[in-house]
């Protein structure tokens, strides 16, 4: 096995078309909803679950992908309140996200969508890799 321990969850959805990243106008809505319900098979506890997208200058591929990850338990008092934004339906992140982004400056972002306790999903943007920051993302 990899010697990562029992728990220890790391998946990817990918779309099946040819889209670039957080930056193509292309990019598909209902991934983010495809993604949570593969990471609710998986992880179990939804307050868990952290979704990623990386900025395109931190990603090895240039095909969009969706990490499914384990948020750090310790992360959700560190959230920096002026780049998060709280959405109903994950159909909204990528608005969402766009708008943080734009209002932030950023050129290349990434995006973490997490629940929180009463339901809704925040939404985070990052010019670093929120995978790094914030995840669970290697067990090395």
Same mark, same amino acid.
């Given at each position: 096995?990899?010697?990562?321990?029992?728990g220890?969850?790391? !998946? $990817?959805?990918?779309? =099946?078309?040819?889209?670039?990243g +957080?930056?193509?106008? %292309?990019?598909?809505?209902?991934?983010? =909803?495809?993604?949570?319900d593969?990471?609710v098979?998986?992880?179990?506890?939804?307050?868990?679950?952290?979704?990623v997208? #990386?900025?395109?200058?931190?990603?090895? %591929?240039? %095909? $969009?992908?969706?990490h499914?990850?384990r948020?750090?338990?310790?992360?959700?008092?560190?959230? #920096?309140?002026?780049?998060?934004?709280?959405?109903?339906?994950?159909?909204? @992140?990528?608005?969402?996200?766009?708008?943080?982004?734009?209002?932030? #400056?950023? !050129?290349?972002?990434?995006?973490? @969508?997490? =629940? %929180?306790?009463?339901? *809704?999903?925040? +939404? $985070?943007? *990052?010019? !670093?890799?929120?995978?790094?920051?914030?995840? $669970?993302?290697?067990?090395?």
């Amino acid at each position: 096995m990899c010697g990562c321990p029992k728990g220890f969850i790391h !998946g $990817l959805v990918i779309p =099946r078309a040819q889209i670039a990243g +957080v930056e193509d106008p %292309q990019r598909p809505d209902g991934i983010w =909803r495809i993604a949570w319900d593969a990471a609710v098979k998986r992880i179990g506890d939804e307050t868990d679950i952290a979704l990623v997208v #990386n900025p395109s200058g931190l990603r090895s %591929q240039n %095909q $969009l992908h969706v990490h499914i990850v384990r948020l750090r338990s310790d992360i959700r008092r560190h959230f #920096n309140e002026r780049r998060i934004a709280y959405v109903r339906s994950l159909d909204e @992140v990528w608005r969402v996200a766009a708008k943080k982004a734009s209002a932030a #400056n950023f !050129g290349d972002y990434g995006v973490l @969508v997490a =629940r %929180q306790r009463g339901g *809704e999903f925040l +939404v $985070l943007v *990052e010019e !670093g890799s929120p995978e790094k920051l914030y995840t $669970l993302w290697t067990c090395k």
